[in-house]
């Protein structure tokens, strides 16, 4: 009874260790978050999430008078020499109670190392969900954060995107894609994404959501800019005097 005990004393104590370490070295974690009078939040391969793939939660959620299709939020952790990212994907979102006029959906991921510091962060926002119907007032709102402190759910507005709105008639302010460049980070890093829905009861949305990218900063000369240069040394070339050949 006594090596019982002891045995599973050890095995919890050997759980704690690996949870502390696996947080003081910013292993990988990813979830979203529902926000609508209150907030219910689902981790990847928890409780709520119906894909058992790792990096991708789909989920099913009735939230403070939203019923929420949440049909994929993705994650690509710890990103590539050229991309770290972040995706939600929503469909068939509908507020069915006068509880909230409102819901914030987020995804956040940590652990991202790559691509390499200095980097520009991308925000591309869906469109074209609201039906022809839909009065002034349904909108939603969605913006990109990336975090050097690697910390779940940030939102440093030092490192943001600006902020994008789709309108009713599925026009989007100021773009459909924006970015903030220059941005330096020391690793881990986390990316988070967030969309704030308004509509009217009984309204809907078949599709939203967005994506944030991260990128290399690096800029690539534009083909006009290639071609003026050859031009410049060409012109040089010829107006050098012409060397006397040696016998």
Known sequence: ?????????????????????????GRAAFA????SGTAVTVNDNGTGDLDPALGSIKTLKD???????????????????????????????????????????????????????????????????????????????????????NVFFSKPAGTSTPLQTVHSDNSVTPAVTVEHTGITYTVPYSLDVQAVFHLALGD??????????????SAVPAPGAAILCA??????????????RKN
């Open 204 to 217: 809907s949305i078949s599709h939203a959501g967005g994506r944030a990218e991260v990128r290399p900063n």
């Open 63 to 149: 939230v403070g008078g939203f019923m929420v299709d949440l049909t994929a939020s993705q994650t690509n952790t710890p990103g590539t020499s050229t991309l770290g990212s972040i995706t939600l994907s929503l469909t068939n979102l509908k507020r069915t109670s006068g509880f909230n006029n409102s819901l914030t959906v987020e995804a956040s991921a940590t652990g991202y190392t790559n691509p390499p510091s200095p980097v520009k962060l991308i925000s591309r926002v869906d469109t074209g969900g609201f039906p022809d119907n839909a009065p002034p007032t349904d909108q939603y709102t969605f913006q990109s954060f990336l975090a050097d402190s």
């Open 32 to 35: 979203i978050k529902l926000i």
């Open 231 to 244: 031009s410049a040394i060409m012109v040089q070339a010829q107006d050098l005097p012409n060397q006397p």
């Open 1 to 25: 009874m006594k090596r019982s005990a002891i045995k599973q004393g050890l095995v919890t104590a050997l759980a704690a260790v690996i949870l502390l370490w696996s947080a003081s070295t």
